[in-house]
């Protein structure tokens, strides 16, 4: 019973970090914002914090309370200065709940960890949850293969849950991934049930308990699921708070895995072909850009982790021959459709921009998500094309993670356009 | 018209959608679980006491014993790495003089070959055992008498042609006491596939249950067992 205690403790352990440090009954950081989103932008900026945090020379026992206990503060500060409690709607709030709470318990039975949890990303938690500090961490052999923020936060939550088990740490992942998927559905209030067809339809499209096995895509899928919706604001409401928070997001790619470098170029590139970005902007987005890298290349470089400790060498690149080139093309292709067709979303996308041709260019957002498609794919192939290892192999132990953790780019997308198109007025309603 | 306006088709896709997810998780099977075994039980019943992953193993020890280091483990199942269980980190930059192994199948290891047609085999995880054994002692089947006149070794390239590594003329002889000592360390094997040709007039298959016998690197009489139960062992 004291698990799960623990489980429901937890959820609103993780619910204090959409309440604060924004005022979610109050801010005006959006113009339309509406609760949910400042309560997504609160969660945006405590990771961006706890990035921050997690790089310096400090036990994670001797912060963490006081940092929680800010929150809680806040929380009340602006609880007390509000008749109403929670501008939150009280039913999507309760599936969220009863969601967070069957998923939960799903991990809480199933626990096996992935393959690559149990050799870095769960022992990487451990350096923090045990009490040492990133500089450690570096010294660990396995450490420099990717970034540490997603073992850090499985070791945060960990710390701050009620029993303290490994799995209460990873169902922090839970958390966001709900939290990303009703962040998709916060515009359309109009229609509840409408809502939690498309809650539940993603849940059973992307819902296994393989991605909560400790590996790090998750997250990845879920800040892209942010990042996309956050673009769609941005472009139709031009509110330079939605880019700030893009580029935030941006930065927790980062620090998740190594291939978060790769969709923050394609976020980067793609953004770029916004129409009327206007130049300041544009040249500001850029530089903050650059500069989130600059500074993740100067901690690597500090704490001398190797920045590319993957399999790709200049001198292999160089040394393709078309024999090769064509070989590792025609197994891409046969596992990339073969992971396609598991994973509907990636699917779907293409026949959509088959299906909506016509406005492929002339909408702004149809256009945007085009382009991240197709840099997407670029960046697929060249991943795999470019790597030193035997691909079967690789294609087989990794394609179906990269097209689920791309698939979080079309999630909104394909909300949005189903709805424009009015299908499910038209066919379910 | 109360019971129409419930029967509306958007109700009934939720209902299903709904549905399949609930079916999906289960949830009252994993709410029975959690209310029925603690979480050490739970982990017990995944990962095995002693077979498998063996963390239930790897615990014990843990708690039994005072670690003054990560130790070695080696799992003679190939099983994802289980030093997670156990780690700490304060013993990072650690050497340990002790080992943990488990599953351990004496000093030979037999391995099912996979027929893949017109006498060619695969031996599947290839690096993995050239990491606990040494070398491939013997070919051997329960069922036939082998004929083999020549043994190829093929292993896979990046463009997937394979590569002839090794030739081994083995003439007829009696194979049942014939020692083979191929080294699989001399194949540089990594990840690539490895591929085993039986030249000869006969036919094999799968049906012939052809398995190599590998020689094990560890032999568990050059320690001093600490704790054993089973054929996992607590080794300094």
């Given at each position: 019973?004291?698990?799960?205690?623990?489980?429901?403790?937890?959820?609103?352990?993780?619910?204090?970090?959409?309440?604060?440090?924004?005022?979610?009954?109050?801010?005006?950081?959006?113009?339309?914002?509406?609760?949910?989103?400042?309560?997504?932008?609160?969660?945006?900026?405590?990771?961006?914090?706890?990035?921050?945090?997690?790089?310096?020379?400090?036990?994670?026992?001797?912060?963490?309370?006081?940092?929680?206990?800010?929150?809680?503060?806040?929380?009340?500060?602006?609880?007390?200065?509000?008749?109403?409690?929670?501008?939150?709607?009280?039913?999507?709030?309760?599936?969220?709940?009863?969601?967070?709470?069957?998923?939960?318990?799903?991990?809480?039975?199933?626990?096996?960890?992935?393959?690559?949890?149990?050799?870095?990303?769960?022992?990487?938690?451990?350096?923090?949850?045990?009490?040492?500090?990133?500089?450690?961490?570096?010294?660990?052999?396995?450490?420099?293969?990717?970034?540490?923020?997603?073992?850090?936060?499985?070791?945060?939550?960990?710390?701050?849950?009620?029993?303290?088990?490994?799995?209460?740490?990873?169902?922090?992942?839970?958390?966001?991934?709900?939290?990303?998927?009703?962040?998709?559905?916060?515009?359309?209030?109009?229609?509840?049930?409408?809502?939690?067809?498309?809650?539940?339809?993603?849940?059973?499209?992307?819902?296994?308990?393989?991605?909560?096995?400790?590996?790090?895509?998750?997250?990845?899928?879920?800040?892209?699921?942010?990042?996309?919706?956050?673009?769609?604001?941005?472009?139709?409401?031009?509110?330079?708070?939605?880019?700030?928070?893009?580029?935030?997001?941006?930065?927790?790619?980062?620090?998740?895995?190594?291939?978060?470098?790769?969709?923050?170029?394609?976020?980067?590139?793609?953004?770029?072909?916004?129409?009327?970005?206007?130049?300041?902007?544009?040249?500001?987005?850029?530089?903050?850009?650059?500069?989130?890298?600059?500074?993740?290349?100067?901690?690597?470089?500090?704490?001398?982790?190797?920045?590319?400790?993957?399999?790709?060498?200049?001198?292999?690149?160089?040394?393709?021959?078309?024999?090769?080139?064509?070989?590792?093309?025609?197994?891409?292709?046969?596992?990339?459709?073969?992971?396609?067709?598991?994973?509907?979303?990636?699917?779907?996308?293409?026949?959509?921009?088959?299906?909506?041709?016509?406005?492929?260019?002339?909408?702004?957002?149809?256009?945007?998500?085009?382009?991240?498609?197709?840099?997407?794919?670029?960046?697929?192939?060249?991943?795999?094309?470019?790597?030193?290892?035997?691909?079967?192999?690789?294609?087989?132990?990794?394609?179906?993670?990269?097209?689920?953790?791309?698939?979080?780019?079309?999630?909104?997308?394909?909300?949005?356009?189903?709805?424009?198109?009015?299908?499910?007025?038209?066919?379910?309603? | 018209m109360k019971l129409k306006k419930y029967l509306k088709f958007k109700f009934v896709?939720?209902f299903?959608?709904?549905?399949?997810?609930?079916?999906?998780?289960?949830?009252?099977?994993?709410?029975?679980?959690?209310?029925?075994?603690?979480?050490?039980?739970?982990?017990?019943?995944?990962?095995?006491?002693?077979?498998?992953?063996?963390?239930?193993?790897?615990?014990?020890?843990?708690?039994?014993?005072?670690?003054?280091?990560?130790?070695?483990?080696?799992?003679?199942?190939?099983?994802?790495?289980?030093?997670?269980?156990?780690?700490?980190?304060?013993?990072?930059?650690?050497?340990?003089?002790?080992?943990?192994?488990?599953?351990?199948?004496?000093?030979?290891?037999?391995?099912?070959?996979?027929?893949?047609?017109?006498?060619?085999?695969?031996?599947?995880?290839?690096?993995?055992?050239?990491?606990?054994?040494?070398?491939?002692?013997?070919?051997?089947?329960?069922?036939?008498?082998?004929?083999?006149?020549?043994?190829?070794?093929?292993?896979?390239?990046?463009?997937?042609?394979?590569?002839?590594?090794?030739?081994?003329?083995?003439?007829?002889?009696?194979?049942?006491?014939?020692?083979?000592?191929?080294?699989?360390?001399?194949?540089?094997?990594?990840?690539?596939?490895?591929?085993?040709?039986?030249?000869?007039?006969?036919?094999?298959?799968?049906?012939?249950?052809?398995?190599?016998?590998?020689?094990?690197?560890?032999?568990?009489?050059?320690?001093?067992?600490?704790?054993?139960?089973?054929?996992?062992?607590?080794?300094?």
């Open positions: 019973m004291s698990e799960i205690l623990s489980i429901i403790l937890s959820f609103f352990i993780f619910f204090i970090f959409l309440c604060a440090p924004l005022n979610i009954n109050k801010s005006k950081i959006f113009k339309f914002g509406s609760t949910y989103q400042i309560g997504i932008a609160n969660l945006i900026i405590n990771l961006n914090f706890l990035i921050i945090i997690s790089l310096l020379p400090f036990k994670l026992i001797s912060y963490l309370p006081f940092y929680f206990s800010a929150l809680i503060l806040i929380s009340i500060f602006y609880f007390l200065n509000k008749k109403k409690i929670l501008k939150f709607d009280k039913l999507i709030l309760s599936y969220f709940f009863v969601l967070f709470f069957l998923i939960s318990l799903d991990i809480a039975v199933k626990l096996n960890l992935g393959w690559d949890a149990k050799w870095f990303w769960y022992i990487k938690s451990l350096f923090f949850f045990q009490n040492y500090n990133f500089s450690y961490l570096s010294q660990y052999e396995f450490n420099s293969f990717h970034p540490h923020f997603g073992s850090y936060l499985w070791a945060f939550f960990r710390e701050l849950s009620l029993n303290k088990f490994e799995y209460s740490g990873r169902i922090f992942y839970v958390f966001l991934y709900l939290a990303s998927l009703f962040f998709l559905i916060d515009k359309f209030k109009e229609n509840k049930t409408q809502n939690f067809i498309i809650i539940f339809l993603l849940l059973l499209i992307t819902y296994n308990y393989k991605i909560f096995s400790g590996l790090q895509e998750i997250l990845i899928f879920s800040v892209l699921v942010i990042t996309t919706k956050l673009i769609f604001e941005y472009i139709n409401q031009k509110i330079n708070s939605y880019l700030f928070f893009i580029i935030l997001c941006m930065n927790i790619l980062l620090w998740i895995k190594a291939e978060g470098i790769a969709y923050f170029m394609i976020i980067l590139i793609g953004l770029n072909f916004i129409k009327n970005f206007e130049f300041k902007k544009r040249l500001l987005f850029i530089f903050s850009s650059l500069g989130l890298i600059l500074f993740k290349t100067l901690i690597y470089k500090y704490f001398k982790i190797s920045l590319n400790d993957q399999p790709y060498f200049v001198e292999y690149i160089l040394n393709l021959d078309l024999q090769t080139i064509i070989f590792k093309l025609k197994n891409i292709v046969i596992y990339g459709s073969f992971y396609s067709f598991k994973n509907i979303i990636f699917l779907i996308v293409p026949a959509i921009f088959f299906l909506n041709y016509k406005k492929l260019f002339k909408d702004e957002f149809n256009k945007i998500i085009f382009i991240l498609f197709i840099l997407n794919i670029g960046f697929i192939i060249s991943a795999y094309m470019f790597r030193e290892m035997e691909i079967v192999y690789s294609l087989r132990t990794t394609m179906d993670r990269i097209i689920f953790t791309s698939s979080g780019m079309y999630v909104f997308y394909l909300i949005n356009f189903f709805k424009s198109k009015n299908y499910y007025k038209k066919y379910i309603l | 896709l939720l299903l959608i709904l549905f399949s997810f609930l079916y999906k998780i289960n949830p009252i099977k994993n709410f029975s679980e959690i209310i029925s075994y603690k979480l050490p039980k739970r982990l017990e019943n995944i990962y095995g006491y002693c077979g498998g992953e063996s963390i239930g193993y790897l615990k014990y020890i843990k708690k039994e014993f005072k670690l003054n280091a990560n130790p070695e483990i080696i799992n003679f199942d190939h099983t994802p790495p289980n030093l997670w269980s156990i780690y700490e980190a304060k013993f990072n930059n650690y050497k340990s003089d002790k080992k943990i192994i488990l599953n351990y199948p004496g000093k030979k290891i037999q391995v099912n070959l996979a027929s893949l047609g017109d006498n060619i085999f695969e031996f599947k995880d290839p690096y993995y055992f050239s990491t606990i054994s040494n070398n491939i002692n013997k070919i051997y089947s329960k069922k036939t008498d082998l004929k083999i006149d020549y043994l190829e070794f093929y292993k896979n390239n990046y463009s997937n042609n394979s590569n002839l590594i090794k030739k081994s003329k083995l003439g007829h002889m009696n194979l049942s006491n014939y020692k083979l000592e191929i080294n699989l360390e001399e194949f540089e094997i990594e990840e690539k596939r490895l591929f085993i040709k039986i030249i000869s007039n006969e036919i094999y298959d799968e049906s012939s249950e052809i398995k190599l016998e590998l020689e094990n690197k560890l032999d568990i009489n050059d320690y001093e067992v600490i704790h054993s139960h089973k054929n996992c062992y607590f080794l300094n």
